[in-house]
């Protein structure tokens, strides 16, 4: 049985769900099956319509929405309503790209006469869709990474039916959305089986291993996200996998770009605390100066801070777990938040500082906290920072903070660009905009796929299939419902 | 150690090759990490002239090649010299996508000043080499998907030092091809380490093990492909493998597109036993009315047909096997061409016919044969041919011969769309040109990354990775060596 928690208190609320049976996984997905050429060969502009009345369903129901998504998460009703409404902008913003045919450019290679290698028929390649994908909900967003979230938009909008497993820590959230998409996705138009909904542990594990299912995206942990990529790809036929999993995003500021201490230091923690620092681009590693005014003005903004609570006890109990391990290395350069309370699932926020000439192994700063832990790396000399730098893991994003006249400035934008799958300037990492422009993505393990995005216009490449039609005539290719033909 | 066998007389000749030792081959694998951020920064002006640059030096030394590459694969004279042309077309052809710019679009996102979730920063989305590069040299192309062929240009054109495994049925051909065109590169500017060539069986899997590596690419067996496919995956950090495995290729033909029976025949035939049936595009499966005229013809014509040489020892052995499985099922229905010589590397083509109506599992005629075999389908209803096509799996390309005013015309086209990633329409699969509207992918087993082609312009997306800059002035971009910034 899954139950909703209050991490406010810690207790048990509302119903009660089953895990989904077998038989009902196996309905779940023979209806996505049988969904997949119908939606598939829905033309853009009804699919468009159909995510536009999704979005329109959630905001109408926006209120009841996030009461009971801040009583399951513990996130506040401003940051919630803010999340639908990114989640419904979201969904339009896939609609318009599919209006518009901004989202594939399909290639017309007119026929060249002329001996090979030169010579070639008629080409058209364009895309198609990859078929029935399984989205994972992600924990730390209920609306924007979950059942409606960017996954299961962009898989939608590029003609694929979706199951979708519920996260644990917000069933009732999950339910409800999806209960309000299915109704809007049918009344649209849109074929039975189009999407699916489960619940419980065994649910994601039974369905990325269907050879009915063409794709998966998840957004979670590095170790249930890596287990999860390794059933897919170790499928008789593997399918992508696109897993959105731990990040350490490295923030460097130079002197110059840290012309007020005490600012920065402020800065500094709103972005690591901001939703208990439960976020995929939280700055967990911080380079800095040497610089008594920063320590001394972080130690003090710090200790006014209250806590917050986790999402879960399990996410609580794996950060609490990590920083005991920190906490023996650090012993003396801690800097700590008010306490937390003893009800509920809180834990005061640290800061650990660390000089960069003591670290010797980069293991123990090397770790994704996912919640309220900050290091904080003091150097006397950039090129002790870029040494740590250069041996990071895959990073969603990084920040340099700095005047443009620094210069070791293009070698530290470089180390970083070699890491990070967006680098920001003067900005920190935290906040992801969904437009054209964006990446959300790097090397393993911030993804298990570092060539794709999850955020922004381009995340639907990810359930798009290329093809090359060769040969074909006009009117044979407007009989056929891809891209580049009939729309 | 390994050595050349001439597949006419099955006999060995030539120097013999060591197997690449342990300490070669990190020193080719810390040469490739040392040249890829030197390489990567190389403007792709200068990187379009070091392709040019091979391409110049390989056509100096196309003969010579020919020569040894001929004896090698006893792929013949004439074919071979078409395969430097088109391996030399190739390389020129990344080049002028590198001077061009076409094969990066960079997106410019203006910083749009509203609230959330629609304002947003200055984004520039732009791509960077993903790193070093495994490229596994294939037996049937020594010249187009070996040493210097499609994989390992379009990695050096993305910015990516190459490490190549040399194929063992044609060493000395790699060799050389290596040996030109590390000097025109060394020559034209590229860094040391920018590509390095190994032979023997453990020197991929150490190499596609290395963490220094960020990707893979292979054109060859189901089997091999998979097994290294597999390394990528469970490596700690997984990169992307892009194997281009088996593939049926399947064909149907209507009555409207057998109008004349017996150059039908000859046209099938011509395709199939192109290249002694030694093409990953080789048409497999043929499904076609059941005509008396077709099968008599083709009777005809394939029993003038001469045996054409395996590539190697393996490759004959293994088509032989797979073959005599499916002789027993189809005893009776089996059309020869001339006997094959006693010495050298020879099986004699057949044709193995099937009626729809007696398939009752897919499994016999589910298998790539990869040499002279073919299997044709007779249907007495399209649907009987439809049917079966949508138990399929993933291929590299399908044909459909009719008129255009067939009724079931598009549900044959649909069907062939959902598993190939290029259908052809009245012309035969194999023959893949190198264009921009080329698609050579396809679901798993065709290939283990379907979004991704390996043959045309965008082969070279596979080893460039999105990046996006926030909040970067011009000044600032133009200062790094990223596309969209300074050329």
Known sequence: MIRSFDPRTGEAFGPEFAATSEHEIEEIIAGAHRAFPLWSGT???????????????LDANAETLVEVADRETGLGKARLTGEVGRTTFQLRTFAQALESGDFVKPVLDAAVDAPLPVGHPRFLRTVIGIGPVVVFG????????????????????????VVIKAHSAHPQTSQKVFDIALEA????????????????????????????????????????GRALFDMAQSRTNPIPFYGELGSINPVIATTSGMTDPAAFATAYLDS?????????????????????????????????????????????????????????????????????????????????????????????????????????????????????LDQLEGALAASIFSGESEPQLKEIIISLSRIAGRVCWNAWPTGVAVTTGQHHGGPYPATTSPLHTSVGVFAINRFLRPITLQGFSDELVSSLNVEGGSK
Do not use: W
Not at 43 to 57: C, N
Not at 139 to 160: E, I, K, Q, R, W
Not at 197 to 223: C, N, W, Y
């Open 185 to 224: 996705l049918l009344n649209s138009g849109a074929p039975a089986g189009i999407i699916g909904l489960g619940h419980g542990h065994d649910f994601g594990k039974v369905v990325i291993a269907d050879p009915r299912i063409s794709a998966g995206a998840f957004t979670g942990s590095k170790s249930g």
């Open 138 to 161: 992600a924990s730390n967003f209920p609306f924007a990474f979950s059942v409606m979230g960017g996954d299961t938009a962009s898989a939608l909008a590029a003609g694929c039916p």
């Open 272 to 388: 690591l605390l901001l939703g208990n620092g439960q976020f995929c681009t939280n700055p967990s590693l911080l380079f800095v100066p040497n610089n008594k005014e920063f320590l001394d003005a972080m130690a003090v903004n710090l200790s006014a801070r209250e806590a917050q609570p986790f999402l879960s006890k399990a996410t609580k109990d794996l950060h609490d777990r990590n920083r005991d391990l920190l906490v023996s290395l650090t012993s003396g350069r801690v800097q700590n938040a008010k306490p937390a309370p003893e009800t509920g699932l809180y834990t005061s926020a640290q800061v650990h500082i660390f000089a960069a000439q003591e670290i010797s192994s980069i293991e123990a700063i090397h770790r994704e906290y996912f919640g309220p832990t900050g290091i904080v790396i003091t150097y006397e000399s950039l090129g002790e920072a870029i040494a740590i």
């Open 43 to 57: 033309s853009p502009a009804k699919r468009a319509i159909s995510l536009r009345a999704i979005a329109d369903a």
